[in-house]
């Protein structure tokens, strides 16, 4: 039997998966998709991090021997696979930087409806999206705290970046930011947070963000002499705190024969390290799984 749940990440520091030497002025960029541009996580990547805190869990424990066969039946080994596949975590919102409001969790169109499919295998229901977004259109929630009214424009205006939209007020906007805020967040007070942030723009302003919108960090290399050591300037890009991405989880045990007895084993929520740079800190992130659905 056949379980399949979704995963969400959550982003509490800069998360940078490398996609290797970079060929413009960014050193170390960060991997994306070939076809959108989009970050991502690849599976492999947060498959690996639970493989780990699985392992450090059953060593704690003192059941390193038994806990390791479950690790390997789990997660497999190099001769064979394991009864868990991961997909890619896929973008869900970027925080992009807005004049007021301080920042937006940014989204667009293309994303909620791949995000729609892709939660149906789930048998998550998200709000879907059929509405088509002008550039120049950034539609919020009801209770957005991003919109501002200039005394010389009646009509709201919102700032992302170096660009000014027109703001408008829209009800599945505002369904959606609630239903993602049940799913990201237990405490109220963040929930109605991040509602009043979310704002829904066009594809085309979304592909801007995506690319001019991450973290990028300079970092040097000390020389002997206390100075920066030649040529050991570079800049790294990474996934800025706040972002939200999820990906899907399918758990294939043959022990399990029906519906009734499926169960996934993973539930809850886990703060995890993420990609590199873990001793400065970045990667700290919030794995939250998903109700599970059992599939033939």
């Known amino acids: 039997m056949t379980v399949i749940q979704s995963y969400w990440v959550y982003a509490y520091s800069p998360i940078h998966v490398g996609a290797g030497q970079g060929t413009g002025f960014v050193d170390l960029p960060i991997v994306r998709e070939k076809v959108t541009g989009w970050p991502y996580l690849p599976g492999t990547s947060i498959k690996g991090v639970l493989r780990d805190e699985w392992e450090r869990k059953y060593r704690q424990k003192g059941s390193e021997q038994d806990g390791l066969r479950e690790v390997e039946r789990v997660f497999g080994t190099q001769e064979r696979a394991g009864i868990a596949t991961f997909t890619d975590a896929r973008l869900v919102c970027l925080p992009v930087a807005s004049m007021f409001g301080t920042y937006?969790?940014?989204?667009?169109?293309?994303?909620?409806?791949?995000?729609?499919?892709?939660?149906?295998?789930?048998?998550?229901?998200?709000?879907?999206?059929?509405?088509?977004?002008?550039?120049?259109?950034?539609?919020?929630?009801?209770?957005s705290k991003l919109a501002f009214k200039f005394p010389s424009n009646p009509e709201p205006s919102l700032y992302l970046l170096d660009f000014c939209l027109k703001s408008e007020n829209c009800d599945v906007t505002t369904a959606i930011g609630r239903r993602l805020a049940e799913i990201l967040f237990d405490d109220e007070d963040w929930r109605h947070t991040f509602v009043d942030r979310f704002v829904v723009v066009s594809d085309q302003l979304f592909q801007f963000f995506s690319e001019h919108g991450t973290q990028v960090d300079a970092h040097i290399r000390m020389g002997d002499n206390g100075t920066v050591a030649q040529g050991a300037l570079w800049y790294e890009e990474s996934l800025p705190p706040e972002s939200v991405l999820v990906g899907l989880v399918s758990v294939d045990d043959p022990r399990r024969e029906d519906e009734s007895d499926a169960a996934s084993?993973?539930?809850?929520?886990v703060v995890t390290q993420i990609g590199g740079n873990?001793?400065?800190?970045?990667?700290?992130?919030?794995?939250?799984?998903?109700?599970?659905?059992a599939v033939d």
């Open 104 to 143: 937006a969790y940014v989204t667009c169109p293309l994303i909620l409806q791949r995000l729609v499919r892709d939660l149906a295998l789930t048998g998550v229901e998200i709000p879907a999206w059929s509405r088509t977004v002008e550039t120049h259109l950034a539609l919020v929630s009801n209770s």
């Open 265 to 269: 084993p993973f539930r809850g929520r």
């Open 278 to 293: 873990a001793t400065t800190g970045c990667g700290q992130s919030l794995l939250i799984f998903g109700p599970e659905r």
